[in-house]
């Protein structure tokens, strides 16, 4: 699987969009992209995922380049609540597992920090 | 249940005590994790289940571990004779997995057990 590269830490200021970024130059084209989160004492939280297009669910929007490098998960208006540790994570398509093991492997995440 | 429950949440052993955790997954949820996660750091994977199936067990740092699954839902991690390093906190996830799916495979967690070795 692809590796990851994101910042260690950000801070937002409650009510501001957060933009949280991603490097995954070496993805291939059968891998998605995922975003998982963690808020402290809980265990990790799906938050996103895509492949190629842009994607928006209830809790974040996914703006992913075009040549699939880089990608951006953006939460609209951060609170308090969204504070936590973001990791994206970069999988092979589910089709394409080939019966291996369909595992996420995490790197160490960006510490996003909300600010009130 | 509606989640992935896990128990103990917490766990203190002596070392070289015997533990055992346990992991509730999500029913008919044919696909199960454990992962490990030491204080600061992500998850490391430590093995996966299909069904009752061990298919993967790379992650597993020793010997003194085991984890089994004998009916395909319910799992349980053993750690034997622990030593210090093997405190963090233990977290098992599961999937629907892949078969048959056309989209990602998204894994639910549980709260996880966090194992503390003195």
Not at chain 1, 21 to 46: K, L, M
Not at chain 2, 77 to 100: H, M, N, P
Request: include cysteine; hydrophobic fraction near 30%.
């Amino acid at each position: 699987d692809a590796k990851t590269t994101q910042p260690t830490s950000m801070d937002c200021a409650e009510g501001r969009a957060a933009n949280l970024p991603c490097n995954h130059s070496t993805i291939s084209g059968n891998e998605y992209v995922y975003w998982y989160r963690q808020i402290h004492s809980q265990g990790p939280q799906y938050i996103i995922h895509g492949l190629k297009n842009n994607e928006t669910n209830e809790m974040a929007s996914l703006i992913i380049t075009e040549d699939r490098k880089s990608s951006t998960l953006i939460l609209p208006h951060a609170t308090l609540r969204d504070t936590a540790v973001y990791y994206c994570i970069v999988r092979v398509k589910p089709q394409d597992y080939g019966g291996a093991t369909n595992k996420l492997i995490f790197g160490t995440g960006t510490l996003l920090a909300v600010q009130p | 249940g509606a989640g992935v429950s896990q128990s103990p949440r917490y766990k203190v052993a002596k070392r070289g005590q015997d533990v055992a955790l346990r992991c509730d997954p999500i029913s008919g949820h044919v696909s199960l994790f454990w992962y490990q996660q030491a204080l600061g750091q992500g998850p490391e994977f430590l093995t996966y289940f299909q069904n009752e199936a061990q298919l993967d067990k790379s992650g597993l740092p020793s010997d003194r571990f085991f984890a089994e699954r004998p009916e395909g839902s319910v799992s349980t991690l053993k750690i034997q004779r622990t030593q210090q390093e093997d405190s963090a906190v233990y977290l098992c996830a599961s999937s629907l997995g892949f078969q048959g799916t056309t989209g990602a495979n998204v894994l639910t967690f549980g709260a996880g057990s966090r194992l503390t070795v003195l």
